[in-house]
C-alpha cells in the first residue's frame, strides 16, 4: 500500500487567530487531514522574532490549540504540537544555519519587510526565521508544505538548503514542495483592503473570537467606495472585492453567484450581509474553543501527546544528521 505523503504547516502564536488565518490555511489544512500524514505546528519560537509580552503570549498559545481544534483538526488524527516543546527545532536550525548563505536570508522579502517595520529591532532572530523553519520543514521529511503565497519563498529557500545539503550528504533530508491549496483565499484588512489581514496589525482584523456584535459592526465599517455596484474588480473596488471573497469563501458560492444575488442593492444591503455569513461561520468554532479552554488539563494533554509523537520522529533525523556532519555519538 502507498505511504501516505506528509504535510507540515504552522502559524505564529503572534496575534489572535483572524479570518484571514482560517480562510487562508486552517480550513485548507482540515480539508487535507483525511488524505495525509499532518504535523500542524503552533511556531512559538517563531513569534519572539518580534517583541511579544510574555503574558499574552502564553495565553495565545494554548487559546491557538483550542481553535485549531475547534476548526476541525483532530489531534487523533493529525500530530498537533508547540514548536517550542521539541528542542530539536533549534537543535537542526543551528546546523542548518551553517548551511545557508548570508546573501540568500538577505534576499527574503518578510526579512525586508519585517526589518522595515521593526527598524529599531532587527534581530539574529528575525534575519535567521527561514532557517528555523526549514528545519521545521526538514525535521519530518515533509513532502508537501500547504502555506499561502507570501510564505512560498521560505519554502523555496528550504528546498535550496536541503538539496545543498544532500550533496554533501546524500539521503538526508526529503525535498519539500510549496503547496498552495486552491481553495486558500487570501483576506484582505477591512479597513485597508489593499494590505493582507494580519493578526499582528489588529486593525481591520476579525478575530475568530470575536462576537457577533463586533463582527457586524466590523462589516458595517468596511471600507469600500464610492460607487454603488457590487462587482468583482480587485484593481478598482479593493475593498468589495475582499468582501466578495469573505462572502464566498463563507457559503461556498461563486463570485458570479455572489453579484448576482446583490445586484441592484446597494453596499447597504451588501455590507451586513457579509457580516451575517461571516458570524454564522464563526459562530460554532467560537463556541467550540470556549468550551475548550475550559478544559485546560485535556489542552495540556494535547500538546504534551504531539510533542512526544513530534519528538519521536525528529529525533530520528537529527540524530542521522549529526551523525554525517561529524558529531561523536553521544
Ligand atoms: P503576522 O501578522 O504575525 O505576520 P499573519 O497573520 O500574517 O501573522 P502568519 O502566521 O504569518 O499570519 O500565517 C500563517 C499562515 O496563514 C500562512 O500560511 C499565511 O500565508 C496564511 N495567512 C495569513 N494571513 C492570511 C490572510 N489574510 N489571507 C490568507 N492567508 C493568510
Ligand atoms: N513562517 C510561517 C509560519 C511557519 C511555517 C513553518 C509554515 C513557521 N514554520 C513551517 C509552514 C511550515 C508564517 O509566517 N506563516
Redesign the pocket.
Known amino acids: 500500500m502507498d505511504q501516505k505523503k506528509r504535510i507540515f504547516?504552522?502559524?505564529?502564536p503572534?496575534?489572535d487567530l483572524?479570518l484571514?488565518?482560517y480562510?487562508?490555511?486552517i480550513k485548507s489544512w482540515a480539508a487535507l487531514q483525511e488524505d495525509y500524514d499532518c504535523l500542524f505546528c503552533i511556531v512559538d519560537m517563531h513569534?519572539i522574532t518580534?517583541r511579544q509580552n510574555p503574558a499574552d503570549l502564553r495565553r495565545r498559545t494554548l487559546e491557538q490549540m483550542a481553535q485549531y481544534i475547534a476548526c476541525g483538526l483532530d489531534p487523533e488524527k493529525n500530530i498537533m504540537f508547540v514548536q517550542s516543546h521539541v528542542p530539536q527545532h533549534a537543535e537542526l536550525s543551528w546546523v542548518l544555519g551553517c548551511y545557508t548563505q548570508f546573501g540568500e536570508l538577505s534576499r527574503m522579502t518578510q526579512f525586508k519587510d519585517k526589518s522595515a517595520k521593526h527598524a529599531d529591532n532587527i534581530t539574529a532572530g528575525l534575519f535567521t526565521y527561514p532557517v528555523l523553519m526549514a528545519a521545521d520543514i526538514l525535521l519530518y521529511q515533509a513532502d508537501l508544505v500547504?502555506?499561502?503565497?507570501?510564505?512560498k519563498q521560505h519554502v523555496e529557500l528550504c528546498r535550496d538548503i536541503a538539496a545543498r545539503f544532500n550533496n554533501s550528504f546524500p539521503d538526508t533530508f526529503t525535498i519539500p514542495e510549496p503547496f498552495i491549496p486552491k481553495m486558500?483565499?487570501?483576506?484582505?484588512s477591512l479597513g485597508t483592503p489593499e494590505n493582507?489581514?494580519?493578526?499582528?496589525?489588529p486593525d481591520g482584523c476579525v478575530f475568530l473570537m470575536d462576537s457577533p456584535e463586533d463582527i457586524a459592526r466590523k462589516f458595517k465599517r468596511a471600507v469600500t467606495d464610492c460607487e454603488t455596484a457590487v462587482r468583482y474588480d480587485k484593481e478598482n473596488k479593493p475593498g468589495v472585492s475582499n468582501l466578495l471573497t469573505i462572502y464566498c469563501a463563507a457559503t461556498g458560492k461563486t463570485i458570479e453567484q455572489a453579484e448576482a444575488d446583490f445586484a441592484g442593492q446597494g453596499y447597504g444591503v451588501f455590507k451586513p450581509a457579509v457580516g451575517e455569513a461571516v458570524i454564522e461561520l464563526l459562530r460554532p468554532i467560537r463556541e467550540e474553543s470556549q468550551r475548550l479552554l475550559k478544559d485546560k488539563a485535556y489542552l495540556e494533554a494535547v500538546c504534551k501527546d504531539g510533542a512526544e509523537k513530534a519528538s519521536y520522529l525528529a529525533t530520528k533525523t537529527l540524530r542521522k544528521v549529526y551523525k554525517k556532519v561529524g558529531f561523536v555519538a553521544r
Not at 500547504?146 to 510564505?151: A, E, F, I, K, N
Not at 486558500?184 to 484582505?188: L, P, Q, T
Not at 493582507?196 to 496589525?201: A, F, N, V
Request: hydrophobic share 30%.
Open positions: 504547516s504552522g502559524i505564529q503572534s496575534g483572524t484571514g488565518s480562510m487562508g490555511a513569534a518580534v500547504p502555506v499561502g503565497q507570501d510564505q486558500g483565499a487570501r483576506i484582505m493582507k489581514m494580519s493578526k499582528s496589525e
